[in-house]
């Protein structure tokens, strides 16, 4: 299928690796202009270069700036000032629980996985009405519809980024601007390598049992794959997808226990 993105232009943040990387990875597969995002130059270089042998006459650029901050956020804008999709993501919190989220936990969370996709909408969204095209995707959670205590700082993060979301989503839908929310969990990526390691120190397990145990929770009994997960997110940024907005999509291997 032509998802009708050629000649699109693309920002994928925190995409050196991991989900943002499989979303990058698709959308130049697909034809659209990618410009990738980290804060290592040296890394982000590499991985546009690899991305460029991968697809020959793909367009891919890079932008090496800190998302959490005013400044990283001007430097993004003033090197690419429009685009016609945004895919936002960061980094999560640690792991934790009650005792470690003081004030500046709290304010922490939300600066890494609200504030920026919200500012970066802010930025882009109006150009995208006035050229009536315009594809937003938030990597969020899982963990939005079905919380865990150990992630509470990123659920509760990110699922304020949802609700913001969804009322931006109606308010630009007549404009061919849709706003969806993509929810992965247990996808395999140097995150799930982070969590794995969390459970190593605190239960002391090792790696493999600790793999283990989680795929036997995953009703597909399986980890999923990046490139799975890049897929679907170049879907909701097609052509044809304009009539999907103000959605959240699991990609959890079947594993939500839920009706809606």
Not at 34 to 50: I, P
Not at 71 to 100: F, H, Y
Not at 232 to 251: E, H, M, T, V
Request: neutral net charge; hydrophobic residues 45%.
């Amino acid at each position: 299928m032509d998802l009708g993105l050629t000649g699109r232009t693309a920002f994928v943040c925190a995409s050196s690796q991991g989900l943002g990387l499989a979303c990058a990875t698709a959308l130049a597969r697909e034809g659209a202009a990618v410009t990738l995002n980290g804060r290592n130059a040296e890394k982000l270089a590499r991985v546009a270069h690899e991305l460029r042998d991968t697809f020959p006459g793909a367009c891919v650029d890079y932008v090496a700036a800190d998302l959490n901050t005013a400044g990283g956020r001007a430097a993004i804008l003033a090197q690419l000032p429009e685009v016609d999709i945004l895919v936002t993501n960061n980094e999560g919190p640690k792991p934790g629980g009650l005792e470690s989220w003081d004030e500046a936990a709290l304010i922490g969370a939300m600066e890494m996985n609200m504030i920026p996709a919200v500012q970066l909408m802010r930025a882009y969204i109006p150009g995208m009405r006035a050229r009536k095209f315009g594809r937003i995707v938030n990597i969020t959670s899982a963990m939005v519809k079905s919380p865990r205590y150990f992630m509470g700082l990123s659920t509760a993060a990110r699922t304020a980024l949802t609700a913001i979301s969804k009322a931006v989503a109606r308010e630009v839908a007549a404009d061919n601007v849709t706003v969806n929310n993509l929810m992965p969990e247990k996808i395999d990526t140097p995150r799930q390598e982070a969590i794995a390691a969390h459970f190593m120190k605190t239960e002391g397990l090792t790696r493999d049992q600790v793999r283990a145990r989680t795929v036997s929770t995953i009703a597909a009994k399986r980890f999923g794959e990046a490139a799975e997960f890049g897929d679907a997110c170049a879907f909701l940024c097609a052509a044809q997808a304009g009539y999907i907005s103000g959605q959240n999509l699991q990609l959890d291997g079947g594993t939500y226990e839920g009706l809606i």
